[in-house]
């Protein structure tokens, strides 16, 4: 009898896999345009948690850079300190987390390519909960602030 159990386990989470990703909305995401010699580059969006449990922004992949990490950017007197957000970026059950210039943020590290104005990125977020939810980042001018691009579900 415990193999069916086991079983049954595995299938109730298997179905509830969509669920969770539906809890997780990410709103207006954009990237920064980089110059032509950058290596890295700074993502930036509105993540917002409709579920009933705490999930958490762990990174994520893109095919332009070799890796996209979560970082924390604070100032220590007048210098500015950018570092990873270890063990990922809580995101609290009916709350939401601004990824913007000074303060959290997407870093895309070893950037393949520049990021050029006006295209659109594919960022695939890595979740604890919701697993890899893939969102279009549009690209901005690099004197851009507010949110730009497009929402995702």
């Not at 086991?6 to 299938?11: D, K, P, T």
């Not at 007197?77 to 987390?97: E, F, K, Q, T, Y």
């Amino acid at each position: 009898m415990k193999p069916n159990v086991s079983i049954a386990c595995l299938a109730a989470l298997v179905a509830s896999a969509p669920a969770l990703a539906a809890s997780v909305r990410v709103e207006t995401p954009w990237l920064r345009e980089t110059a032509p010699a950058a290596k890295a580059g700074g993502g930036y969006a509105v993540i917002r948690n409709a579920g009933k449990v705490e999930d958490r922004l762990l990174g994520g992949s893109t095919a332009v850079a070799a890796s996209v990490d979560v970082h924390s950017m604070t100032m220590d007197g007048n210098i500015m300190r950018m570092r990873p957000v270890s063990g990922g970026l809580a995101i609290a059950p009916g709350g939401s987390v601004a990824l913007k210039p000074g303060g959290y943020h997407l870093m895309l590290m070893g950037l393949k390519r520049p990021l050029k104005r006006g295209e659109t990125v594919t960022i695939t977020l890595r979740f604890a909960k919701a697993g890899d939810v893939p969102v279009r980042f549009r690209v901005e001018p690099i004197d851009h602030q507010l949110g730009g691009g497009h929402d995702h579900h």
